[in-house]
């Protein structure tokens, strides 16, 4: 099962440009983790935010995340080409061990 | 890092034949593995949970008889598709979860499954 939908569904931006990704999810969580995978790869863990958590920065990256809303973003400053990928959110329901339920994805496309 | 190998990266096999997945945490001992599979342009779907040394857990819809899971020991989960049939043809990928009270999973580079 899905734990809900990612906005857009694909992204086409030049680099240089921001790219934002959004991410609604319907249970409560204990985490949202953000990962991306290039075509037929496997899976890189970017960033993990605690349901405590409002605001997480890493690099290029800063996520969001509103337990209010059941949401989250991801923005990507300054994109580049390298970043053409597919961005998946993943949430860690509340209590026990971390069972991850993916959300659809956004595959963002950047232009050189 | 932690990293976690899936062995082999791609099959091809005959409809009716079974394969088997093997997904191994090289550095780290994993109490519990998750697998997942991922049809194409599409997200990740939980098939099961791993516990060393117990039965997997199936998320719903899951058939347990056909994707047979054993975890035999802290470092290896094997993932077996008994009598594959085109349709089972997807990519299969496997996390590893570290224990300690943090629970970080650590994923797979997957296994792109062809039934023919």
């Known amino acids: 099962s899905q734990q809900g939908e990612e906005d857009p569904q694909a992204l086409s931006i030049q680099e240089g440009e921001n790219a934002t990704m959004n991410c609604s999810y319907k249970?409560?969580?204990?985490?949202l983790q953000w990962y991306r995978q290039n075509s037929g790869r496997g899976l890189v863990h970017l960033i993990l935010?605690?349901?405590?958590?409002r605001e997480k920065h890493s690099g290029r990256l800063r996520v969001t995340l509103d337990t209010s809303k059941k949401s989250s973003s991801l923005l990507i400053t300054a994109s580049r080409a390298a970043d053409t990928a597919s961005y998946f959110c993943?949430?860690?329901?509340?209590?026990?061990?971390?069972?991850?339920?993916f959300g659809a994805g956004t595959r963002l496309a950047v232009h050189p | 890092g932690a990293v976690v190998s899936q062995h082999p990266s791609w099959v091809i096999c005959k409809s009716g034949t079974s394969v088997k997945i093997e997904c191994r945490s090289l550095?780290?001992?994993?109490?519990?593995m998750f697998w997942y599979r991922q049809f194409p342009k599409q997200s990740l779907m939980l098939m099961a949970t791993?516990?060393?040394?117990?039965?997997?857990?199936?998320e719903q819809g899951v058939e347990k008889d056909k994707f047979l899971i054993n975890h035999a020991s802290l470092t290896l989960s094997t993932l077996t598709v008994t009598s594959a049939h085109p349709e089972d043809s997807s990519f299969y990928i496997c996390?590893?979860?570290?224990?300690?009270?943090?629970?970080?999973?650590?994923f797979g580079p997957g296994t792109r499954l062809t039934v023919t």
């Open positions: 996390s590893a979860q570290t224990g300690g009270g943090v629970y970080e999973q650590y």
């Open positions: 249970t409560s969580i204990n985490n």
């Open positions: 935010i605690r349901s405590n958590e």
């Open positions: 993943a949430t860690a329901t509340s209590g026990g061990y971390n069972k991850l339920i």
């Open positions: 550095d780290f001992q994993a109490t519990t």
């Open positions: 791993s516990n060393e040394g117990s039965k997997a857990t199936y």
